[in-house]
């Protein structure tokens, strides 16, 4: 019985019954229903759903200013340049806080915490930014966007934290798409439907104006209510699974040394430059579009609209389809110099030519896509595991940068040139993310070609440096001596031992680190 009892206790009590270590129900024997039950598909599917509605909010109210644009140009009397600082105001504190946001999340607030605070942070300056328009202060205006600034882009990385949290594996890499087409979703519709709001405000109230405006922008703020709403019901969700599984709170995994950026590799700062490069000439322009296509093409505001959004509605369904592509072919390098070419004709076609623009911006929209899914996943090749955290963190911060900063260069071009020398301003973004992928192309061949490999070279690779590895972890075949050392002391060594170390002066064949073989010899 004892041993039996041991036996027990070694093995961890193994015997849960038959569901395999999974949490019973609240009554006695009875197991969950799938629904309730954290480990099970259909209750991870629900707390999907919330996953992705995390982040609507936030990118619905993002291109608010570029679905309104006129009305806000008209209604608040502005300038582009000042138009454009809404964007800025935006990205100014991200240039810091990419570096943060995993580690507030991990180290400070936790991912449950983090999450409802960062939601606070988008609802709150949306908000302000609509109080702005309403009491016609464009200075809070610019406040709201900074406040809704410092939230949107941590609560993607808590977004990505959860998705790691509860999905594994290649269910991940679906969740990662599901939740980018539902960020595009959530721009796609603003984009569509804020012109249309906006119109209904302005027949209850009578006229347009800045009040029109700002309780428009007051009702996109429902949609970072949802959100936070969404936060909260993450939290209780991801706090009950805890308690059912015994899991641990989930955390971003990034570790941020500043001091590893010495170490980058020139791979890296070419891959820096790509994307600045050519994210700078894609959202201020979207940003600016609607009034664009009004003037040269004649639209109608609610065609403008449409055409503008069309890169995020072909984004939606296409970033899965694309990132799917680009995994099972491999070649990154070609991918993004392809997308980079093809961005830089859908800007000529909208600069020098009268053709009809749903054209080039469906090419912009693939393009988009396909840059994304290339690019982003080219940093995790040329860096190590425990770089990654600063070099994406790094990478975020010079985007930010770069999009502030031509946010407001874009303003002013636009304001004293007008839009043919704004979109050369932006082939010349796209010419310089052109010269720098081509030469991360030779530099990368250069060095073996590791970033342009297929996708069965990498496969092969990494399957013999697994090999390899397990080779490593693998002990070596035991010797004799070896065998020879382990052997327990004899009796006769154990004396010898002990008078050698009373001092007693002893015979060479009786050394007490050859004990075995004295023992041996004194036999004969």
């Not at 104006?209 to 429902?222: F, K």
């Not at 896509?369 to 995790?380: G, R």
């Amino acid at each position: 019985m004892a041993d039996y009892e041991e036996r027990r206790s070694l093995l961890g009590e193994e015997d849960e019954g038959p569901s395999g270590g999974r949490p019973a129900a609240s009554g006695p024997g009875r197991p969950l229903p799938p629904i309730c039950d954290p480990s099970h598909l259909l209750h991870r599917v629900v707390v999907l759903v919330f996953m992705c509605f995390l982040g609507f909010g936030s990118y619905f109210c993002y291109d608010n200013p570029a679905a309104l644009q006129t009305e806000f140009i008209q209604d608040l009397d502005l300038n582009t340049a000042k138009f454009m600082q809404l964007y800025a105001w935006y990205s100014w504190p991200n240039v810091v806080l990419c570096f943060f946001g995993g580690f507030l999340i991990d180290r400070v607030f936790g991912i449950r915490l983090g999450t409802i605070i960062f939601s606070l942070f988008v609802c709150v300056g949306q908000v302000i930014f609509a109080a702005g328009a309403l009491m016609n202060h464009f200075w809070l205006c610019e406040v709201g966007r900074f406040v809704f600034g410092i939230g949107g882009e941590s609560l993607a990385v808590a977004q990505n934290t959860y998705a790691v949290n509860w999905f594994k594996g290649k269910e991940l890499n679906l969740v990662f798409g599901l939740q980018l087409s539902m960020a595009r979703l959530g721009s796609t519709v603003n984009m569509n439907i804020m012109g249309w709001v906006y119109g209904k405000v302005a027949d209850s109230v009578g006229s347009p104006g800045h009040t029109t405006l700002g309780a428009s922008l007051m009702i996109a703020a429902v949609t970072c209510l949802f959100s936070l709403v969404c936060a909260l019901v993450l939290g209780f969700l991801d706090k009950r699974a805890e308690k059912i599984l015994h899991k641990e709170e989930g955390q971003t995994g990034e570790v941020i040394k500043l001091t590893d950026v010495k170490d980058f590799p020139l791979t890296l700062w070419l891959i820096f430059i790509i994307c600045v490069g050519y994210y700078v000439a894609v959202f201020p322009f979207i940003g600016l579009g609607q009034v664009f296509f009004i003037e040269k093409y004649n639209f109608s505001p609610a065609e403008a609209r449409a055409v503008n959004s069309i890169v995020y509605i072909i984004s939606a369904p296409a970033s899965p389809v694309l990132g799917f592509m680009v995994d099972k072919t491999g070649r990154n390098v070609v991918w993004v110099i392809i997308a980079v070419i093809t961005t830089l004709t859908a800007h000529m076609m909208l600069a020098f030519t009268f053709w009809n623009p749903w054209i080039a911006m469906s090419l912009l929209g693939v393009s988009y896509s396909l840059l994304a899914c290339a690019l982003w996943p080219m940093v995790a090749f040329v860096v190590p595991e425990h770089q990654l955290g600063t070099a994406y963190g790094f990478m975020q911060s010079i985007q930010n940068l770069g999009l502030a900063l031509i946010a407001m260069a874009a303003g002013a071009i636009l304001d004293i040139r007008g839009y043919l020398f704004l979109e050369v301003f932006f082939s010349t973004c796209i010419c310089l993310a052109l010269m720098a992928v081509v030469t991360l192309y030779f530099v990368d061949y250069l060095k073996g070609g590791d970033l342009n490999r297929s996708a069965s070279a990498r496969a092969k690779l990494q399957k013999e440096a697994t090999s390899d590895a397990e080779m490593k972890r693998r002990p070596s075949k035991p010797t004799e001596g070896d065998f020879a050392r382990l052997t327990p002391m004899s009796a006769f060594g154990l004396r010898n031992r002990y008078l050698s170390r009373l001092g007693a002066q002893l015979p060479d064949h009786c050394s007490t680190h050859l004990s075995s073989l004295a023992h041996r010899s004194v036999l004969k």
